[in-house]
């Protein structure tokens, strides 16, 4: 996985691929799918939600430009495995999770593995996690119809948010929205394709 990342992908960040590596992608999926965990596609967990592709994984959090002493926000825990990925990386990751059953299975697998970290609520992501910004970046593991204006206004100033936006539900193009003293600057980084950003400042 490492390897195809690394030589396929052009995944070009050394800490991203290290700390991928270090994470059981195995340990994130249902028992009868982990002879899949591996391989280069998203995988479905339950809650008919997915475990995101590693490629995507690895994108995403390169995007971030990561600092060991940022404070993360995750938009759309899942599984649990970009957040135990971004713990890996920084100081603090904030992750939520709109459906308790995955947010109590999140938790669950992070303390299992000794990822203290990363604090998991279960909640309306699209509001962000106020009680603990601002923050350095922000990751959103689903796809919305734009940025939640929640979350950019719990950006720094210098920080960066990774985003899937797209005009329906089944097709996004992933967005890196950079804020600065004055304005948000996007860039598009191709097409991709995620569960959809249920909540208040997202799809209904």
């Not at 994130?28 to 995988?43: C, E, G, H, I, W």
């Not at 299992?112 to 309306?124: E, K, P, R, T």
Request: proline share 7%; aromatic share 6%.
């Amino acid at each position: 996985m490492i390897r195809k990342l690394r030589d396929d992908y052009k995944i070009a960040d050394e800490s991203v691929l290290t700390a991928m590596d270090s994470v059981p992608r195995d340990f994130f999926v249902p028992t009868a799918l982990k002879s899949q965990a591996y391989r280069d596609n998203a995988l479905p967990i339950s809650a008919n939600q997915t475990i995101s592709q590693p490629y995507i994984v690895a994108k995403m959090t390169e995007l971030l430009e990561l600092k060991p002493s940022d404070r993360v926000l995750e938009v759309g825990a899942g599984s649990g495995y970009q957040s135990a990925v971004l713990a890996k990386l920084v100081s603090a990751v904030f992750a939520i999770e709109r459906i308790p059953a995955l947010a109590a299975e999140a938790n669950e697998r992070l303390r299992a593995l000794g990822i203290a970290n990363v604090s998991v609520n279960c909640a309306d992501g699209t509001n962000g996690w106020e009680m603990y910004a601002p923050f350095d970046k922000i990751l959103v593991a689903a796809g919305g119809p734009e940025v939640p204006r929640p979350l950019l206004d719990q950006l720094k100033v210098g920080g960066k948010l990774v985003i899937p936006i797209g005009a329906d539900q089944k097709s996004q193009s992933l967005v890196r929205v950079t804020r600065t003293p004055n304005r948000f600057v996007n860039e598009e980084f191709g097409p991709c394709s995620f569960v959809p950003l249920i909540g208040a400042h997202g799809w209904k």
